[in-house]
């Protein structure tokens, strides 16, 4: 791994970002709008817990923050090892970590609906599991031709793989939060509130994109261009980009040649 990003890690540098104190002077307006956001996110989900029930949006948001925080090891390891825990990557580190929370937050709001967002956070949550113990243990990525790998393993070859530690990642990973959604309760306000509810949720995960990019500018242009592997390490963002990719390969036009008999 560190082979990989070596040549990298000692030319990295705090962008003159020295303190959040500098930043905020520098865009008071984005953090006005941070504080806004957190704090609107804040009373939905405190009212919410309170009355120990749920709402679909308040739902993918504690899944986003969950699998953002608990099945990205290898993705912190990776980016650490390019930029290092010290004061001035702190405050790049925890936009890293908003950033890439509101992507899940925005590619759960796709699938996630009243009748559906138990199920699938089920599903996602428990293979969200399963490749947090590969990245972890062995340092992959997930891309399109693991997963080709994968869906042409046959029995045998899959229980080589397993472990110990492999049923430790599943349950306690995969399979208690999976109990906890299973048990716990949507509840729905109708149609319209729902509909406003997520076009809220939608509009406030991109205004923090937003804010992140523009408050760390020059640092994403680092992690985009000159650190383009890290963003593989994202779990379950980039899983599912490849497990897309790899569907989408079954629907590509091939060209067939006719001959004249």
């Not at 956001?37 to 899944?63: D, E, G, P």
């Not at 953002?68 to 290092?84: E, H, L, R």
């Not at 009748?115 to 990245?135: C, D, E, G, N, Q």
């Not at 980039?238 to 091939?254: E, I, N």
Request: hydrophobic content about 50%.
């Amino acid at each position: 791994r560190k082979e990989i990003f070596s040549n990298s890690t000692t030319s990295i540098r705090p962008f003159g970002l020295t303190s959040i104190h500098s930043v905020h002077d520098i865009a008071a307006p984005i953090w006005w709008i941070y504080s806004w956001v957190f704090n609107a996110i804040k009373v939905q989900m405190v009212s919410l817990l309170a009355a120990r029930q749920l709402t679909v949006s308040t739902s993918i948001i504690i899944a986003a923050l969950y699998l953002q925080i608990f099945t990205n090891g290898a993705f912190f390891s990776n980016i650490i090892d390019v930029y290092p825990l010290i004061p001035g990557n702190v405050p790049f580190l925890l936009s890293l970590t908003i950033f890439f929370c509101c992507i899940n937050v925005l590619l759960l709001s796709l699938v996630c609906f009243k009748h559906t967002v138990k199920p699938v956070l089920i599903v996602i949550i428990i293979i969200s599991s399963a490749t947090a113990y590969f990245m972890d243990s062995y340092n992959v990525i997930i891309d399109d031709s693991m997963i080709d790998n994968v869906m042409k393993t046959d029995f045998a070859e899959s229980m080589d793989l397993a472990s110990i530690k492999l049923v430790v990642y599943l349950f306690m990973l995969g399979v208690f939060p999976s109990l906890l959604i299973f048990r716990s309760r949507i509840v729905d306000f109708g149609i319209k509130k729902s509909m406003f509810s997520r076009v809220r949720l939608i509009a406030m995960a991109l205004i923090l994109i937003t804010g992140n990019l523009g408050l760390f500018g020059n640092y994403y242009a680092s992690f985009f261009r000159e650190h383009k592997p890290l963003r593989f390490y994202a779990n379950p963002s980039y899983t599912v980009y490849s497990t897309a990719k790899y569907l989408g390969s079954f629907f590509k036009d091939q060209s067939v040649t006719l001959k004249s008999i």
